[in-house]
T-cell receptor
Framework: SAVISQKPSRDICQRGTSLTIQCQVD?????MFWYRQQPGQSLTLIAT?????????ESGFVIDKFPISRPNLTFSTLTVSNMSPEDSSIYLC????????????FGQGTRLTVV | AQTVTQSQPEMSVQEAETVTLSCTYD???????LFWYKQPPSRQMILVIR??????QNATENRFSVNFQKAAKSFSLKISDSQLGDAAMYFC?????????????FGTGTLLAVQP
């Protein structure tokens, strides 16, 4: 199994500012993912964080708005840039131990409120 | 594209009773995995149970079991002997088995309340 530490757990930010969310895994993982969960809704994949290359973004999400870093096999960051109230959501980090391992492990999420 | 549908936004069950949560999905793939995740108020996503599409036998984990109907593309979760700690949002999820990506596609969730 894997334990994922995500921080901050929550934040209240001013519109127009940026917030960087950190995700640390206690073991090396091949694949890391960032999801957004808008209030009362399901999880939507933002991007796959690739180690050593640019992240792969899903339709509707762009690098300028959600830049992602993945400097090694245990760590990733997601930045929410130039925030607006519509960015108020829970952001979750997820990881798989390997491409063959079907179980996804999740961080505890970051609750972001933009005012 | 694959989709996952949960038609029950909310469900309620009495403690010690049994409840079934519904999930249907759409895919043209033959190799895939299905999951049920639980999200309590703490926001931590917890894997409840998983099913490999190539397995005919329904998965079981203690009080949790699934009814996997591949032809009907149905994947329901049965919770037996419900406990107060089972109260949470439950998400059904799909993952392709091709290995190219491990990303999960989630349904909209079912909020389960457990009445004492």
């Amino acid at each position: 199994s894997a334990v994922i530490s995500q921080k901050p757990s929550r934040d209240i930010c001013q519109r127009g500012t940026s917030l960087t969310i950190q995700c640390q895994v206690d073991s090396q993982v091949t694949m890391m993912f960032w999801y957004r969960q808008q209030p009362g809704q399901s999880l939507t994949l933002i991007a796959t964080a690739n180690q050593g290359s640019e992240a792969t973004y899903e339709s509707g999400f762009v690098i300028d708005k959600f830049p992602i870093s993945r400097p090694n096999l245990t760590f990733s960051t997601l930045t929410v840039s130039n925030m607006s109230p519509e960015d108020s959501s829970i952001y979750l980090c997820s990881a798989h131990l390997s491409t063959q391992n079907t179980e996804a492990f999740f961080g505890q999420g970051t609750r972001l409120t933009v005012v | 594209a694959q989709t996952v549908t949960q038609s029950q936004p909310e469900m309620s069950v009495q403690e010690a009773e049994t409840v079934t949560l519904s999930c249907t999905y759409d895919t043209s793939e033959s190799d895939y995995y299905l999951f049920w995740y639980k999200q309590p108020p703490s926001r931590q996503m917890i894997l409840v149970i998983r099913q490999e599409a190539y397995k005919q036998q329904n998965a079981t984990e203690n009080r949790f079991s699934v009814n996997f109907q591949k032809a009907a593309k149905s994947f329901s979760l049965k919770i037996s002997d419900s406990q107060l700690g089972d109260a949470a949002m439950y998400f059904c999820a799909y993952r392709s088995g091709g290995g190219a990506t491990n990303k999960l596609i989630f349904g909209t969730g079912t909020l389960l309340a457990v009445q004492p």
